[in-house]
């Protein structure tokens, strides 16, 4: 992608477990949010974290933030079956543009 | 707070016909995107308005697609002629500022046969 990735594209995990996903983006941001979508339906909002800020908890999520790296990640703990969706990150560019990444398909098993 | 309405759900349409789009936004919000969303990919930003002005349209295949948003409230995405690789769905969002969450719509999803 010309944009920014996602990685990786699809996870599969035990209920209990973590997951972790990541993110890579290609220009200066204002911030960068997460968000989730279950199959066929809209996207809903998880976290958003400001340019400024290097880590941030709501929670079972954690999401980290490396302007320097331009690198993002997001941490599900105690993973539940519910959690199985599509995650995708979407950073804030300046003039309120936001871009998506490709998207993680998260498999919670049970 | 109502949330940001999309009409029709679905759609299925031949290709060269045309097809719109509706949304309603959250009051107040000033910003509203459209996004495409093919199956297995990540939204793609097709048009973004601040009130009733474009802001972005770079993605948006102008010779086939054209968006409004009159009196910065509601918008409509028309397709015109439709091709099969417009088979997707829709996306509505908006969002108060730059700083906060965009609010999506169920989307419609459109296919083309």
């Known amino acids: 992608s010309q944009q920014g990735e996602e990685d990786p594209q699809a996870l599969s995990i035990q209920e209990g477990e973590n997951a972790t996903m990541n993110c890579s983006y290609k220009t200066s941001i204002n911030n960068l949010q997460w968000y989730r979508q279950n199959s066929g339906r809209g996207l809903v909002h998880l976290i958003l974290?400001?340019?400024?800020?290097r880590e941030k908890h709501s929670g079972r999520l954690r999401v980290t933030l490396d302007t320097s790296k331009k690198s993002s990640s997001l941490l599900i703990t105690a993973s539940r079956a519910a959690d199985t969706a599509s995650y995708f990150c979407a950073w804030g560019e300046y003039g309120n543009k936001l871009v998506f990444g490709a998207g993680t398909i998260l498999r919670v098993k049970s | 707070e109502a949330g940001v309405a999309q009409s029709p759900r679905y759609k299925i349409i031949e290709k060269r016909q045309s097809v719109a789009f509706w949304c309603n936004p959250i009051s107040g919000h000033a910003t509203l995107y459209w996004y495409q969303q093919i199956l297995g990919q990540g939204p793609k930003l097709l048009i973004q308005f601040q009130n009733n002005g474009v802001v972005d349209d770079s993605q948006l295949p102008k010779d086939r697609f054209s968006a409004e948003r009159l009196k910065g409230v509601d918008s409509t995405l028309k397709i015109q002629p439709a091709k099969l690789e417009d088979s997707a769905v829709y996306l509505c969002?908006?969002?108060?500022?730059?700083?906060?969450?965009?609010?999506f719509g169920q989307g419609t999803r459109l296919t083309v046969v």
């Open positions: 974290i400001r340019s400024n800020e």
């Open positions: 969002a908006s969002r108060l500022g730059p700083s906060t969450e965009a609010f």
